[in-house]
């Protein structure tokens, strides 16, 4: 696996930061709206609405409570849209660019998603059952809280879904930034419950420290404090499991446990931009 290749940037300049006033938002209230705009979908200059890298330009799309099942939803960028009490039941968006959608109390089972660019999208509360996520990028997305995770459709080109790090029995080396840019190097045993949700980071259930330098490699270390709880400390030589316990979840990424990235550099990044 490659864990050099990180989408970080895609977390620290998202657009999904910007604010967008209600009036720069398209409010798409009826399937005839919808039909008018994915007429220009074979334009050229997609019409009124524009391209974006060769798609419809439909982002900051509000759509609420419009029967889409089984709708051709390919070939569009709906990048910030958000999608409420809409029936999506087989919806084909294969090929479009989903990134931070807001998915609230709709109908998504057989969703394609098939080669989409979908981070940061939010699946809270919605059920995934048969989603079909081959060949998407899910980025960043949260599953927190969502139903049937599981049961999601997979393959070997979908990327963020599968967890990074051995998902059980086997040794590994990760890595954490502590106060002052301390880097932490620390071995998760074998028998170490370990997760990771849709990004670099992931939780685990118990380490041993074995090496604390600065960001830049150049001093040493025989301890190390945490950023978040100001009363744990990173001891070379010492194990040591969370003092809030571990949370089994995947998909709960903000919980207790001791988190991790798997690359060095990511860890050096993420604290330092």
């Not at 439909?58 to 409420?84: N, P």
């Not at 879904?161 to 190097?185: H, Q, S």
């Not at 620390?186 to 997760?195: E, G």
Request: hydrophobic share 35%.
């Amino acid at each position: 696996m490659n864990f050099t290749s990180s989408e970080i940037d895609f977390v620290k300049d998202n657009e999904a930061y910007v604010p967008v006033a209600d009036s720069e938002k398209r409010h798409i209230e009826s399937i005839g709206e919808l039909d008018r705009l994915l007429a220009f979908r074979d334009d050229p200059d997609g019409g009124e609405a524009g391209r974006i890298d060769g798609r419809l330009n439909m982002k900051h799309s509000v759509m609420k409570g419009l029967d889409l099942s089984g709708r051709d939803m390919t070939g569009l960028d709906l990048s910030r849209s958000t999608f409420e009490s809409c029936d999506l039941r087989g919806a084909d968006f294969s090929g479009s660019k989903m990134d931070n959608i807001a998915f609230y109390d709709n109908k998504l089972t057989g969703m394609k998603l098939r080669g989409c660019l979908a981070r940061g999208c939010s699946f809270r509360f919605q059920d995934m059952t048969d989603i079909d996520l081959r060949g998407a990028n899910i980025y960043s997305s949260v599953l927190e809280d969502a139903i049937n995770q599981d049961k999601v459709i997979t393959d070997d080109d979908t990327k963020w879904y599968r967890m990074r790090c051995p998902e059980e029995g086997e040794a590994f080396i990760a890595w954490k930034c502590c106060t002052d840019l301390r880097v932490v190097m620390m071995l998760v045993p074998r028998d170490a419950k370990r997760c990771m949700a849709t990004m670099e980071t992931g939780r685990v259930s118990k380490v041993k420290v074995l090496k604390i330098t600065s960001i830049d490699e150049t001093e040493n270390y025989t301890w190390a404090q945490s950023t978040v709880d100001p009363d744990f400390y990173y001891e070379v030589g010492k194990w040591l499991e969370p003092a809030n316990g571990f949370q089994e979840d995947r998909w709960k990424d903000s919980s207790p446990g001791i988190h991790f990235f798997l690359d060095r550099q990511q860890c050096v990044d993420y604290q330092s931009k």
